[in-house]
């Protein structure tokens, strides 16, 4: 217990070592900057920006908050940086650039003809209001970038002072001349701050130096609010927004919701029913992570956050922990917790690493959205019920694990396994069934219409009338066991296809504001890889099963 005590304690530690504090330069994050429809930190503005071009929030160590405003002050000085991403073999084979580089300069790939070309062909194939292939969303994505790049720049996409009337702020370029002086003193202080810096000055000096770059953001920002009172009153918002990007949450979550697993892997290896109370601590404190970081994102935008693919991969990874924590509770099977746990931590770290698929950024909703009424009760509980397939998705990938091990010698976990799918699939479809149907109303109270075979609930359907058919096959006797391990990971696939295919494969109908771009070929590894697993293991048990019956 003591050694256990040990370890929680360096966790805390290092958990407490991951919030920042304030410290001299840091006052440039919380500048406000009018961006997207919304009032963001320059913080969240900076990195952003800098993720569209060069597809990290940071450049060879550097923060995108220096990055951004040296591309104002000095663009040529970028003119022979390659921090321009393409991916894409189609659009470099197009462009005749090489296919094994990924980073290239503004004047390798806009430089030429070929670009003017490209864009005159990607502007066709908008017109025929098709959904635009892989090719044609990286030729969209790449004058995504030259535009950003561009108005950066040119001082025109950072829009920091409120107007005395109205609601659009003024861009840099365009300030009045008095506030031209005051964010020439932020610049200035910024140009003399980072030469200190990059020059190994002293660390006063640095100081010194990072202290005049904050006076002159706090001048700045006096005056601003000062011109439009209201209009600046984001200061609680902002500072928040910044914790929540220095702190992130849902990275701390799934840390702790892994070390939950190892623990539990451990209780089975050393069978130590005492370190069980250890796996729930460690789950408890990534399950309090989780829900302050879906918290902050709730506070920050005054809405449910579940108005795009990752903000519901993050509250179906918050379900499939509360989900598995209640069965847990009841049942005591432990492979609930552990099913859990991966499940949820999988979840989100594919959030946290792929953000060219999964937007975590903080955007305002689309209009058909902005009812709070019906985006909480509709949206929250259609996807809440993703979360308990996903649980038995994860339980099915457990039970054929135990079906290679050998089936009668794991009888009694493979039951164990299957009651807990059963349950999850019986409150799936709890929440799925009202889901839909509460969908209905709000399509009622939006479109006109109740029910109209849009793809979104004709896939939402085929997926509660595939768990249904399970539920109803298992309490009818017709599937045993081993048919509740298997379709527990089939069925999950009609999930897949109404939370994501829709959206990003198929991109029609009237849910267009939930259409994405990007990762088909990993999601469909995915599904094929779990199908080619379900064959194999059916075939080795057919083996065996024919190898009793003969012996």
Same mark, same amino acid.
């Given at each position: 217990?003591?050694?256990?005590?040990?370890?929680?304690?360096?966790?805390?530690?290092?958990?407490?070592?991951?919030?920042?504090?304030?410290?001299?330069?840091?006052?440039?994050?919380?500048?406000?900057?009018?961006?997207?429809?919304?009032?963001?930190?320059?913080?969240?503005?900076?990195?952003?920006?800098?993720?569209?071009?060069?597809?990290?929030?940071?450049?060879?160590?550097?923060? #995108?908050?220096?990055?951004?405003?040296?591309?104002?002050?000095?663009?040529?000085?970028?003119?022979?940086?390659?921090?321009?991403?393409?991916? =894409?073999?189609?659009?470099?084979?197009?462009?005749?650039?090489?296919?094994?580089?990924?980073? @290239?300069?503004?004047?390798?790939?806009?430089?030429?003809?070929?670009?003017?070309?490209?864009?005159?062909?990607?502007?066709?194939?908008?017109?025929?209001?098709?959904?635009?292939?892989?090719?044609?969303?990286?030729?969209?994505?790449?004058?995504?970038?030259?535009?950003?790049?561009? $108005?950066?720049?040119?001082?025109?996409?950072?829009?920091?002072?409120?107007?005395?009337?109205?609601?659009?702020?003024?861009?840099?370029?365009?300030?009045?001349?008095?506030?031209?002086?005051? @964010?020439?003193?932020?610049?200035?202080?910024?140009?003399?701050?980072?030469?200190?810096?990059?020059?190994?000055?002293?660390?006063?000096?640095?100081?010194?130096? #990072?202290?005049?770059?904050?006076?002159?953001?706090?001048?700045? !920002?006096? *005056?601003?609010?000062?011109?439009?009172?209201?209009?600046?009153?984001?200061?609680?918002?902002?500072?928040?927004?910044?914790?929540? =990007?220095?702190?992130?949450?849902?990275?701390?979550?799934?840390?702790?919701?892994?070390?939950?697993?190892?623990?539990?892997?451990?209780?089975?290896?050393?069978?130590? $029913?005492?370190?069980?109370?250890?796996?729930?601590?460690?789950?408890?404190?990534?399950?309090?992570?989780?829900?302050?970081?879906?918290?902050?994102?709730?506070?920050?935008? !005054?809405?449910?956050?579940?108005? =795009?693919?990752?903000?519901?991969?993050?509250?179906?990874?918050?379900?499939?922990?509360?989900?598995?924590?209640?069965?847990?509770?009841?049942?005591?099977?432990?492979?609930?917790?552990?099913?859990?746990?991966?499940?949820?931590?999988?979840?989100?770290?594919?959030?946290?690493?792929?953000?060219?698929?999964?937007?975590?950024?903080?955007?305002?909703?689309?209009?058909?959205?902005?009812?709070?009424?019906?985006?909480?009760?509709?949206?929250?509980?259609?996807?809440?019920?993703?979360?308990?397939?996903?649980?038995?998705?994860?339980?099915?990938?457990?039970?054929?694990?135990?079906?290679?091990?050998? !089936?009668?010698?794991?009888?009694?976990?493979?039951?164990?396994?299957?009651?807990?799918?059963?349950?999850?699939?019986?409150?799936?479809?709890?929440?799925?069934?009202?889901?839909?149907?509460?969908?209905?109303?709000?399509?009622?109270?939006?479109?006109?219409?109740?029910?109209?075979?849009?793809?979104?609930?004709?896939?939402?359907?085929?997926?509660?009338?595939?768990?249904?058919?399970?539920?109803?096959?298992?309490? *009818?006797?017709?599937?045993? =066991?081993?048919?509740?391990?298997?379709?527990?990971?089939?069925?999950?696939?009609?999930?897949?296809?109404?939370?994501?295919?829709?959206?990003?494969?198929?991109? *029609?109908?009237?849910?267009?504001?939930?259409?994405?771009?990007?990762?088909?070929?990993?999601?469909?590894?995915?599904?094929?890889?779990?199908?080619?697993?379900?064959?194999?293991?059916?075939?080795?048990?057919?083996?065996?099963?024919?190898?009793?019956?003969?012996?």
């Amino acid at each position: 217990m003591k050694k256990l005590l040990l370890v929680l304690t360096t966790v805390l530690l290092s958990f407490s070592a991951g919030v920042s504090f304030a410290k001299p330069g840091d006052q440039l994050k919380y500048l406000p900057v009018q961006d997207g429809g919304r009032i963001k930190p320059y913080d969240s503005f900076s990195k952003e920006m800098l993720e569209i071009v060069y597809g990290k929030s940071t450049y060879e160590g550097r923060k #995108a908050t220096e990055i951004i405003l040296t591309w104002m002050l000095s663009p040529q000085a970028w003119a022979d940086k390659k921090i321009f991403e393409v991916r =894409n073999h189609q659009v470099l084979e197009a462009l005749k650039l090489p296919k094994d580089q990924r980073y @290239f300069n503004g004047q390798e790939l806009f430089g030429s003809e070929r670009f003017t070309l490209l864009r005159q062909e990607l502007q066709a194939k908008r017109e025929t209001k098709e959904k635009l292939n892989p090719y044609f969303q990286a030729l969209q994505r790449l004058e995504n970038q030259f535009f950003v790049f561009q $108005e950066v720049a040119a001082g025109r996409m950072m829009k920091v002072l409120p107007p005395k009337e109205g609601t659009s702020w003024i861009a840099v370029a365009d300030l009045p001349e008095a506030f031209q002086q005051k @964010f020439v003193g932020i610049t200035t202080a910024f140009v003399t701050y980072i030469g200190q810096v990059a020059s190994g000055a002293n660390a006063g000096d640095i100081e010194s130096s #990072a202290t005049k770059l904050d006076e002159s953001i706090v001048a700045f !920002e006096t *005056a601003a609010r000062a011109e439009n009172p209201t209009a600046y009153d984001h200061d609680t918002k902002i500072k928040a927004e910044v914790h929540y =990007n220095d702190f992130h949450p849902f990275r701390w979550a799934y840390v702790f919701y892994i070390l939950a697993a190892i623990v539990l892997l451990l209780v089975w290896a050393l069978s130590k $029913e005492s370190m069980m109370k250890a796996s729930w601590v460690l789950l408890g404190l990534g399950f309090i992570l989780h829900t302050y970081g879906f918290g902050l994102r709730m506070y920050i935008m !005054e809405r449910a956050p579940v108005s =795009n693919m990752y903000e519901t991969v993050i509250w179906v990874s918050w379900g499939v922990i509360l989900f598995a924590s209640i069965l847990e509770l009841i049942y005591k099977f432990r492979m609930i917790l552990f099913a859990g746990t991966l499940v949820s931590a999988f979840a989100l770290v594919i959030a946290d690493f792929a953000p060219a698929v999964l937007d975590p950024t903080l955007q305002p909703l689309e209009p058909v959205l902005r009812s709070n009424y019906w985006l909480t009760i509709h949206v929250m509980t259609i996807t809440i019920s993703y979360a308990a397939f996903f649980l038995a998705f994860g339980l099915g990938d457990l039970g054929l694990f135990y079906y290679l091990k050998g !089936e009668e010698k794991n009888h009694d976990k493979i039951r164990a396994i299957v009651t807990a799918i059963y349950r999850s699939m019986q409150i799936g479809v709890a929440f799925l069934a009202p889901g839909i149907i509460l969908g209905g109303i709000w399509a009622d109270y939006s479109w006109g219409r109740f029910w109209g075979w849009d793809p979104k609930e004709t896939w939402a359907l085929i997926a509660l009338l595939g768990y249904l058919a399970v539920l109803h096959a298992r309490y *009818a006797g017709m599937i045993k =066991n081993f048919g509740m391990v298997v379709t527990a990971i089939i069925t999950f696939s009609l999930v897949i296809m109404a939370w994501y295919g829709v959206n990003f494969v198929l991109g *029609a109908g009237l849910h267009s504001y939930g259409f994405g771009a990007g990762g088909i070929e990993y999601v469909s590894a995915f599904v094929a890889v779990h199908m080619l697993m379900v064959l194999y293991v059916w075939v080795i048990r057919q083996g065996r099963t024919k190898k009793s019956a003969n012996s």
